[in-house]
């Protein structure tokens, strides 16, 4: 690496910074944000081609044996796993609901090492066949060049959230030659509130992310798609009804992926972990081989009505012998996909669920179609029925419908699919909301108590940390002490509430001035009254990991200005009302 002309580039960043106005230089940063998004994303793409190209499909063949379906996902994995810990100290946070707690908690900040580390690492898992997507990887990467490009050029909280945003734009545009999805992913899923000055940094990051995917990227290793029939309003009852399938397969997706991934968090060793994943997956892929890598192939494949060639590679092709058959074993394989998927993640791959999600819906709506055409619809265009549903799913896992539209709308070239896009994508989402009210990233964050929302208010009461507001500067007392070391502490306090603290830390009590204010001015009680007996028991206290609604809801409970804050019952200090609202003015200010 050159650095000298790294550093001359920066020189002449900071140069043009000199010359240009705070939104200027955010329009030519979107713009440098997005292009180096899209390069990283064009970089993945190629980079997982290579690895099929001269690692798959060059030399592991015996006859119609396939050796790599059995042991390269687990070879990628491994790969994986020893680059992280070798590399990342064994510390390598994945997926996108580490974005939004960055953009919650960490003032949007995301680790340096972020702009490359999930391309190398998702780039093995999924090149060698692991079955997830490159699009999470790509929007972390695209994520984390905004993140750390604004903090290099000292940009504020609201430009840093913005680019990193644009930098996820940028990611998606690349990967699918689709600027508007891009724009809408960033909208739909990452940012919290919007306003109109946001849209047009998103928008030149992603045309400049796209703008590099259709430069440099073989149109063949993109996904996209000929439409050969148009739409036809006939179909319309049995496109509502692939929408509530694709909002019942979206809920299994993330229920299944959920529990699974749940189970091997409960394991603590990592080679475990990714022997017993990594067998599980091989035995997957041997049984159903269009599970293997992201499944883009198997979509064209679907798309060109051309289910032969995969179910030919799996050892059930004979028992496959008529079209009920196909129908069974396509319906198996989109099942089996969240299963897949959260055994490569759990193994200790790295990828997401965005391409998965894809190869779902992709496979429910051919299986769907061809279903109709059993049942004696031949009409039933098959294809649009498979583009259709995939945005369902995309819709329906990442609670994204606007994304999902328009994804699938740029990549068949047009929109002459927009009306059952809309449909399809619609019905799925509100469906999955209503059993499943925040999407599987946000729920995840939740479970952390991390809050995330669309109101901004809320979002912003979120991002405060109580733990970082407890005052400790109170004089402490003890029950034993009498009425005149109380009257002492209090000459030499500035404060009016006094703990009383027992052996071993225990807050027994509080003290304040009003209270005790008769007793004060009669030196008679000074060495007859003893704290125990003055004091008054917090009826409401402060858990110091107590999240903040919580917090302000036993403020608005008690009445009080002031709150004590225990840990395990030991008293750790004061939390004050005034401190929270302070820090939720700083907050408002720096989200402008």
Known sequence: MNFRKINIFEKLINEIHGYLNEKQFLIFSSIMVGVSAGLAAVILKSFVHFIRKNFVEGYLYIQDFKLAYIFLPLIGIGLTILIIKRFYNNILSKGISFILQAIAKKSSFLPFHHMWAHIITSGITVGFGGSVGLESPIVNTGSAIGSNYARRYKLNYRERTLLLAAGAAGGIAGAFNAPIAGVLFALEVLLIDINLTAFIPLLIASASGALMSK?????????????????????????????????????????????????????????TRWFFGGTLLAILLILFPSLFGEGYESIKQLSELNIESFINNSVLKNLVSNKWGILLFLTITFLLKSVAASLTIGAGGNGG????????????????????????????????????????????????????????????????????????????????????????????????????????????????????????????????????????NIKLSNRNIFPVVAAGGKLVGIITMSSIKKEMFNQELYTKVFAQEI???????????????????????SGSW???????????????????????????????
């Open 215 to 271: 430069i440099i990227l073989n149109e063949s290793i993109l996904l996209n798609f000929k439409l050969k029939q148009p739409f036809d309003y006939h179909n319309l009852p049995f496109y509502i009804l692939l929408a509530l399938l694709a909002g019942i397969v979206s809920l299994y997706y993330v229920n299944v992926f959920s529990f699974i991934e749940s189970k091997f968090k409960k394991t603590k060793s990592k080679l």
């Open 353 to 488: 669920n965005f391409a998965p999600s894809l190869f779902v819906g992709a496979h429910l709506g051919f299986a769907f179609a061809l279903l109709l055409q059993l049942l004696g619809f031949n009409s039933i265009p098959i294809i649009n029925f498979t583009l259709v549903a995939m945005a369902g799913l995309l819709s329906g896992v990442f609670h994204a419908p606007l994304t999902a539209i328009f994804l699938i709308a740029e990549i068949t070239g047009g929109y002459e699919l927009i009306i059952p896009l809309m449909v399809v994508s619609s019905i799925s989402f509100a469906f999955v909301k209503y059993f499943h009210p925040d999407s599987f990233d946000v729920k995840k964050l939740k479970l952390k108590g991390t809050v995330v929302s669309e109101d901004k208010d809320t979002s912003i009461l979120g991002k405060i940390d109580i733990s970082k507001l407890v005052e400790t500067d109170f004089t402490i007392l003890k029950p034993e002490d009498n009425l005149g070391v109380i009257v002492e």
């Open 535 to 557: 004091m008054h028991k917090p009826e409401i206290k402060i858990k110091h990991n107590e999240d903040i609604f919580s917090v302000m809801d036993k403020f608005e409970e």
């Open 562 to 592: 002031n709150l004590p804050v225990t840990e395990l019952g030991v008293y750790r200090g004061f939390l004050s009302k005034s401190s929270i609202l302070t820090e939720y003015r700083e907050q408002l200010l720096s989200s402008i």
